[in-house]
């Protein structure tokens, strides 16, 4: 089962870049890759909690603005030898709005 | 008795269906045809060659008065159906009421005219049919005309190569941040540009249209930045719009396009639509090859065929003369797709592969098109191309069967093989340049030339090293930027120079890179190589800046945010005390400390709150202190002759007014000053970027000192007498670092590898080349020398840059 709710318009996050959407478990962070691929995942670093949505985003990774751990944006694992990972959501994208699987959420 | 067809709008498609259904069962239907416009079906597409003058106009016709004659089709052009009445089966038109039993619509679409004001004055045209080619031909014979197309896709680029042909003056104003974004990734999108640019066509992009002025014809397009281009024409290639009037009115299902089934058939079964006016499993379509196939589709659903409407795979090329460009597929990223690219800067040939699960899913080709068909084909049948992935951009040609080394490949090549394009230097020459001595890369670049322009053939050089030297080989390239490129900081400013390189995406395509938009070390360097060089042209990247410089304040541990206004030379006022005391209460500022720069400093700010604090602390007066930047952070400065008994200049005025000079300004590092009233040197200027000490009758300029991971005392630039040298040799000096120092290296790296005696040359010596520092520094300036915050503190900010994109607590509530 899915519950998809339309959060916003793909445009609303700039390309390479993220936004944060509240929820009740804290942040999620919105990514947005050069491609307009669109991925969510928990805005919080495995490393120190550092917000992943303030990243620099490239290719389909986000570097932290804390202490530069690299993570992977579609697995959510972290790259380059560090240990962790972070949990990674369903969301689509369909014309030209956003829509994030909120079932997914609660798990 | 036959059955009556009745078909609405004489275009591409329907002109395909009714071939398709004569030739299956030529007498099936009585045939009318009805077109708006004043001619039958024609070759859309070739309206672009046709506007260039390449092409007659009678050649694009593709049905003559003589076929419809033969195939007893009666046409009723020139005459729009403006009603379909369902439940009679009559269409309205001018001619009256005309019966059906089966009814096609192929309306086509229309050019979507942006809603700005001024769209509707005469001048402003489209570019669809016959008519606005006519339209345009026309203006082009005014002498001097000035054409501007609102849209950098493909119709506006063919409307755009089409006028310049036809001698008028060219802008393309694009929206987006590189051309036909919907088919190209930047770097072929780059490419593109350069080539329209290099042809006398101007482009903009990232183009806000704000309205369209003039009178009783267009005069004028003017931009939300307020730039103002003249026109004596408009065309409007910003978008096509499904043309669904008629179906809308009559009730049909309509959504973006007439939803029709696999059959082609309505929401009523007697009508069948096809074409651009559909819309198909919510896809809408708008190139011609999938419209040919539904065509062929209804003609037999017409005569009762089984048939269904399959979307093919679609490619696109662009029509421009001399402009080779393929694109088809997917080509955005993904963690299960893998790329190959291939550049060769100096032919301007990109490739880019888009794999996943060892198949071609994408290509993007620019320059050199030749293998497009063949990846196409790859791509359409998902061939498993994991055995030929080695050289498989380098397309049929080369697909030989084993795999090779790279190695054995060089030292098989014979000796006037030509390694570097840029300077046509053969393996033969730079062999012979490694046996006598050349035993490195910069070496060899220094005899023979080879890599000196682009460099990206120096990966073949080093392999040609290794071939010829043997053990002897050792690896000793200088250290590149990351690992997305070879080059090094310095190869890349002398590339960005020399090649007038004005955004990042056309330096990664021409120098080479490896990753398609890089990555978090070498985006803030580019990033601030383009402000330094281009400082009126270019636009900041905010997604390349690091989060600090992004938000206008510094992150902390725990992800809130400290901020902390400057205070012009270490000066300030009751007023702009109380108001850092009153935002400290009103948001609840945990700590609040002087800091080791003579300010004070409000640490554990929350992120929302930023742009309200920044907007009362601009209310007193005060702007960033840019405690967070690459760029100038404080001015230092003691008391001097204002009060101090040993003072012997004013060294808390000249502070304050070298703060303001160079406030605002980005740097390879951050720069720090300090300028103390006598020897005693009470603010440390000994020990900073720039350090002036005051002495009886003049000034001491010293520079290159640090204070932080190492300790180094600053060295003598020069003694001056006027505050206005002083001034003109801190900016000259900062400005000759902003120039040539590598990202991140505060100025005593630098001046360590560059020596202090260039320096002084520069800017102590050669008074013109200090007066030529000076003035780039001030132009740069006329842009940067502004509050971040007061921007950042703006409404528009709020809900695309402050605020979550949603909040699901609320909702979740509700
Ligand atoms: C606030 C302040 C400490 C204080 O409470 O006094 C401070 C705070 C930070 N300093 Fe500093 N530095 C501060 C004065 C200094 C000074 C003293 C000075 O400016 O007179 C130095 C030595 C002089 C120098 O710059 O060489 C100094 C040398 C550094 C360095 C080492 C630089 C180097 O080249 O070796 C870093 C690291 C860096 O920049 O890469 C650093 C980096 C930092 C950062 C920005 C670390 C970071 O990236 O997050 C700290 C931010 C803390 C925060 O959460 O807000 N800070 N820092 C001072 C702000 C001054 C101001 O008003 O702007
Ligand atoms: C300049 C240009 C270049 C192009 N280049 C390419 C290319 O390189 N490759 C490619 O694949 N595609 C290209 N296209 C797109 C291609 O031309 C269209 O996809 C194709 O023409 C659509 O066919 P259609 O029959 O659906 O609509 P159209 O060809 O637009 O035909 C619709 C017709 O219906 C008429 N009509 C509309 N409403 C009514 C009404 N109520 N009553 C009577 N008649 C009506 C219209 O006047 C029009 O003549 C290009 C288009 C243009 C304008
Ligand atoms: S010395 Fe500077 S960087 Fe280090 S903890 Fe203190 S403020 Fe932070
Ligand atoms: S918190 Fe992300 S790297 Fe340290």
């Known amino acids: 089962m899915s519950n998809l709710i339309d959060i916003a318009a793909l445009t609303d996050i700039p390309k390479r870049g993220a936004r944060v959407v509240k929820t009740g478990h804290g942040c999620v962070a919105i990514f947005r890759t050069i491609g307009d691929r669109v991925f969510a995942i928990d805005d919080a670093c495995p490393h120190k909690n550092g917000s992943l949505s303030e990243g620099i985003v490239h290719g389909n990774a986000v570097t932290c603005p804390l202490h530069n751990w690299v993570i992977d944006l579609e697995s959510g694992q972290t790259q380059g030898g560090e240990e962790g990972s972070v949990s990674t959501y369903e969301i689509t994208v369909k014309d030209g709005r956003i829509l994030l699987d909120t079932t997914s959420l609660q798990k | 008795m036959t059955q009556k067809l009745v078909v609405i709008g004489a275009g591409m498609a329907s002109g395909r269906m009714l071939e398709e259904l004569v030739d299956l069962a030529p007498d099936a239907y009585d045939l009318t045809l009805f077109g708006a416009e004043p001619h039958g079906n024609y070759n859309r597409i070739m ?142 999108g780059y490419l593109l540009q350069k080539e329209l640019e290099s042809r006398g066509i101007k482009v903009v992009c990232r183009a806000h249209t704000r309205a369209i002025l003039g009178k009783d014809h267009v005069e004028a397009v003017v931009l939300e930045d307020d730039t103002i281009i003249a026109a004596d024409l408009v065309v409007m290639a910003a978008g096509i719009r499904p043309e669904t009037r008629i179906a809308t009115d009559a009730g049909l299902h309509v959504e973006r396009g007439i939803v029709v089934d696999d059959a082609m058939a309505t929401s009523d079964p007697d009508i069948m639509a096809v074409g651009e006016c559909v819309e198909h499993n919510e896809t809408v379509y708008g190139l011609v090859a999938p419209l040919y196939d539904m065509a062929k589709v209804l003609a037999r659903t017409l005569v009762n065929q089984a048939a269904s409407f399959v979307p093919p795979m679609v490619s696109t090329k662009l029509k421009v003369t001399g402009v080779e460009l393929f694109s088809v597929g997917d080509f955005c990223e993904g963690d299960d797709r893998e790329e190959i690219v291939f550049r060769d800067p100096s032919r301007g040939v990109y490739k880019r592969l888009i794999l996943e699960n060892d198949r071609i899913i994408g290509v993007v080709m620019y320059g050199d098109t030749a293998d497009s068909s063949w990846f196409f084909a790859k791509l359409k049948s998902a061939d498993d191309i994991s055995e030929i992935r080695d050289t498989l951009i380098y397309g049929p040609a080369f697909q030989g069967g084993e795999a090779h080394d790279p190695l054995a490949f060089i030292a098989a090549m014979s000796g006037d093989t030509e390694i570097c394009g840029c300077n046509g230097v053969c393996k033969g020459i730079i062999v012979s340049a490694i046996n006598a001595g050349a035993h490195d890369l910069a070496a060899i670049k220094a005899t023979t030339k080879a890599s000196a322009s682009c460099g990206s053939c120096a990966g073949a050089l080093e392999q040609v090293l290794a071939v010829t030297l043997g053990d002897d080989y050792a690896a000793s390239t200088p250290q590149p930027v990351c690992g997305c490129t070879r080059l090094t900081h310095e190869e890349i400013r002398q590339e960005i120079k020399s090649k007038a390189l004005k955004s990042i995406p056309a330096v990664m395509q021409e120098c080479g890179w490896t990753t398609s938009c890089g990555c978090a070390t070498c985006r803030p360097a580019l990033n601030y190589y383009m402000i330094a060089e281009w400082p009126l042209e270019y636009v900041d990247d905010s997604q390349s800046r690091f989060v600090n410089e992004r938000n206008h304040a510094n992150i902390q541990k725990d992800g809130t945010y400290s901020v902390l206004p400057r205070m012009w030379g270490g000066m300030t006022t009751p007023d702009e005390l109380r108001a850092i005391a009153d935002a400290a209460d009103k948001y609840n500022v945990p700590a609040v400390k002087v800091t080791g720069g003579q300010r004070i400093d409000l640490l554990g700010i ?100 640090a204070a932080g991971m190492e300790l180094l005392e600053t060295q003598p630039l020069a003694k001056v007498t006027t505050e206005q040298e002083v001034i003109d040799l801190t900016v000259a000096f900062i400005q000759l670092y902003r120039e040539h120092a590598r990202y991140l290296d505060r100025p005593y790296k630098w001046v360590a590898k560059v020596g202090m005696g260039w320096v002084r040359e520069r800017v102590v010596d050669d008074l013109q080349e200090r007066a030529e520092l000076c003035e780039r520094f001030e132009i740069s300036q006329s842009v940067y020398r502004k509050d971040p915050w007061a921007e950042q503190a703006k409404p528009e900010y709020e809900q695309s840059k402050w605020a979550p994109l949603a909040d699901l607590i609320l909702e979740a509530a509700e």
């Open chain 2, 47 to 188: 309206l672009s060659p046709v506007l260039a003058g390449e092409t007659p106009w009678q050649e694009i016709i593709t049905h003559d008065a003589d076929w419809y004659h033969t195939n007893n089709v009666t046409c009723r052009f020139g005459e729009d159906v403006v009603k379909i009445d369902r439940k009679q089966k009559q269409v309205i038109s001018a001619g009256g009421v005309t019966d059906y039993d089966k009814l096609v619509i192929a309306t086509g679409s229309a050019s979507f005219f942006i809603p700005v004001a001024g769209k509707d004055l005469p001048g402003v045209v489209g570019f669809r049919d016959y008519g606005d080619v006519e339209k345009m031909l026309a203006a082009a014979q005014k002498p001097e005309g000035r054409a501007v197309i609102i849209g950098g896709g493909l119709l506006g680029l063919e409307a755009a190569a089409g006028l310049h042909e036809q001698g008028m003056d060219v802008t393309v104003l694009h929206l987006m941040g590189h051309l036909m974004e919907r088919q190209l990734d930047p770097a072929a």
């Open chain 2, 606 to 705: 929350q992120r929302e709150d930023l742009p309200s604090v920044w907007a009362d602390l601009n209310a007193a007066g005060l702007v960033s202190g840019h405690a967070y930047s690459k760029g100038l952070r404080t001015v230092k400065t003691c008391v001097g002759t204002d009060f101090c008994r040993f003072g012997t200049q004013d060294s808390t005025g000249l502070g304050i007014k070298l703060e303001k000079i160079l406030w605002g300004s980005w740097t390879p590092h951050k720069v720090k000053l300090a300028v103390s009233g006598c020897p005693r040197n009470c603010s440390e200027a000994t020990c900073k970027d720039v350090g002036i000490i005051c002495v009886d009758g003049g000034y001491e300029v010293s520079v290159a000192g």
